[in-house]
C-alpha cells in the first residue's frame, strides 16, 4: 500500500461513471494557467469538467518559457481544428493570495532552497508570488507580448482570493 492507495480507490469510483471526452478543441475556449498550490484547484473553483478547459500549473502560476511553449502549441493545434478562425482562445492567468512562493522573496530562504534543490536562486525569485495583483499583470504582459504567441490568442489576469473563494479580474 502506497500513498496514492486511497486515491486509486476513489479512482475507481470515478471510473464507474466516466465518460470519454474525445481530442478537439475544448468546450470552452479558455486556457487557464494558475499556480499547482493544493488549496487551488480550478476544476472546483471554476466549476470546469473534464473536456472544458487545458489547465497549465506550476508554482505560483507563472508565466515561464515552458507555459508560453504550451500556450503556442495550443494556438497551432486551436488554429488547426477551427479552420483558421478569427480567435482562438483566452489565456486566463490566476495567480492567488497566500502563494508559497512567496516565501522565496527571502534571500536567505531562496538562497537555502537554491541550495537544497539545485535550482538557481535567479530561476527562483523569478518565481515568486508576493503580490498577486503585481505579478499576474507582468505575466499578462510576458504572455501578450511573446512573439509566440498567436495575435488569435486573448490573455487575460486574475487574482484568486483564498481566504473567500473568489476570483477577481484584474486591469
Request: a negative charge.
Given at each position: 500500500?502506497?500513498?496514492?492507495?486511497?486515491?486509486?480507490?476513489?479512482?475507481?469510483?470515478?471510473?464507474?461513471?466516466?465518460?470519454?471526452?474525445?481530442?478537439?478543441?475544448?468546450?470552452?475556449?479558455?486556457?487557464?494557467?494558475?499556480?499547482?498550490?493544493?488549496?487551488?484547484?480550478?476544476?472546483?473553483?471554476?466549476?470546469?469538467?473534464?473536456?472544458?478547459?487545458?489547465?497549465?500549473?506550476?508554482?505560483?502560476?507563472?508565466?515561464?518559457?515552458?507555459?508560453?511553449?504550451?500556450?503556442?502549441?495550443?494556438?497551432?493545434?486551436?488554429?488547426?481544428?477551427?479552420?483558421?478562425?478569427?480567435?482562438?482562445?483566452?489565456?486566463?492567468?490566476?495567480?492567488?493570495?497566500?502563494?508559497?512562493?512567496?516565501?522565496?522573496?527571502?534571500?536567505?530562504?531562496?538562497?537555502?532552497?537554491?541550495?537544497?534543490?539545485?535550482?538557481?536562486?535567479?530561476?527562483?525569485?523569478?518565481?515568486?508570488?508576493?503580490?498577486?495583483?503585481?505579478?499576474?499583470?507582468?505575466?499578462?504582459?510576458?504572455?501578450?507580448?511573446?512573439?509566440?504567441?498567436?495575435?488569435?490568442?486573448?490573455?487575460?489576469?486574475?487574482?484568486?482570493?483564498?481566504?473567500?473563494?473568489?476570483?477577481t479580474p484584474q486591469p
Amino acid at each position: 500500500m502506497t500513498r496514492l492507495t486511497p486515491l486509486l480507490d476513489r479512482n475507481e469510483k470515478f471510473a464507474l461513471t466516466y465518460s470519454p471526452t474525445t481530442l478537439g478543441l475544448p468546450a470552452v475556449p479558455v486556457v487557464v494557467v494558475t499556480c499547482l498550490d493544493h488549496r487551488v484547484d480550478p476544476a472546483r473553483v471554476l466549476g470546469l469538467e473534464l473536456g472544458d478547459a487545458p489547465v497549465i500549473r506550476n508554482a505560483g502560476g507563472r508565466v515561464t518559457p515552458a507555459v508560453i511553449n504550451d500556450v503556442a502549441f495550443l494556438a497551432f493545434l486551436a488554429e488547426q481544428w477551427s479552420g483558421g478562425a478569427d480567435t482562438l482562445f483566452e489565456v486566463a492567468v490566476i495567480h492567488h493570495t497566500q502563494c508559497g512562493t512567496g516565501l522565496l522573496a527571502d534571500p536567505d530562504f531562496r538562497q537555502r532552497t537554491a541550495a537544497a534543490t539545485g535550482l538557481s536562486e535567479a530561476a527562483l525569485e523569478a518565481s515568486v508570488v508576493a503580490d498577486p495583483q503585481v505579478t499576474v499583470r507582468v505575466d499578462v504582459d510576458r504572455l501578450r507580448n511573446s512573439p509566440l504567441v498567436s495575435p488569435k490568442v486573448s490573455v487575460t489576469g486574475h487574482v484568486y482570493d483564498l481566504a473567500t473563494g473568489l476570483v477577481t479580474p484584474q486591469p
